[in-house]
Structures are given as structure tokens and as C-alpha cells.
């Protein structure tokens, strides 16, 4: 298994996340957070999140996705910005839609009268 993840965003940046090692710390600074599992060697995304506190939170769903999604691994990407972390989780959600994740909400279609 690979302990590093390279997530691709809308914008066309890449992101890389460090695979947590069972028995490893999980930080306390903020962050961004996957949660994967394995399909045919590929790393599927489960879940996508962003926190400012890693050790409390990344973990809050980790045995619902295990149970419900086939979660395997987590992946952090260390970012003590707020802003920074919530575009970089917008970016990617913008492109897969994990299956823990709600879909994006598509703006309403005004109806226009002929």
C-alpha cells in the first residue's frame, strides 16, 4: 500500500495527502482528510473533509465509512489556513463526490415566461 495519495481538484492542482499508519498520531492542527478504500488497485475516495483539529475530528466517521463504505485508509494533508483548506476541499469536491459526501447543490433554475 502507497503512503502518499495525489487528489487532482477542479482547478487542475494536486493535492498530496500522507496515508495515517495504524498506530501513528494523528495531529492536532488543521487539515484536510480522506478517507479511501481499495477497488481492483485502484484508491477509491470515500469521504472528503476539512477540520481544524485533525486528532479530534478525523476519526468522528471512521467506523461508519468502514462499515457502510469499505473504508480502509485515512489520508491527511496538513493546512493550518481555514480558507485554504475549505478551497481545497471545494476544489476536489468539485470533481468526485465521495460517497459519504452529499452531492454538490446545483443552483435553481429560474423559470422564464415566454
Do not use: C
Not at 86 to 107: F, G, R, W, Y
Amino acid at each position: 500500500m502507497r503512503d502518499l495519495l495525489d487528489v487532482k481538484g477542479a482547478s487542475g492542482a494536486v493535492y498530496r495527502f500522507s496515508r495515517l499508519r495504524e498506530g501513528s498520531p494523528l495531529s492536532a492542527m488543521g487539515g484536510n482528510y480522506v478517507y479511501a478504500r481499495e477497488k481492483a488497485g485502484v484508491l477509491e475516495l470515500v469521504y472528503a473533509a476539512e477540520t481544524e483539529n485533525l486528532l479530534r475530528e478525523a476519526q468522528t466517521k471512521w467506523a461508519g465509512a468502514v462499515e457502510a463504505h469499505g473504508a480502509q485508509h485515512l489520508f491527511t494533508r496538513l493546512n493550518i489556513s481555514e480558507r485554504v483548506r475549505k478551497h481545497e476541499n471545494e476544489d476536489i469536491l468539485a470533481v468526485v463526490t465521495p460517497s459519504m459526501n452529499e452531492p454538490a447543490a446545483k443552483p435553481a433554475r429560474r423559470k422564464t415566461s415566454d
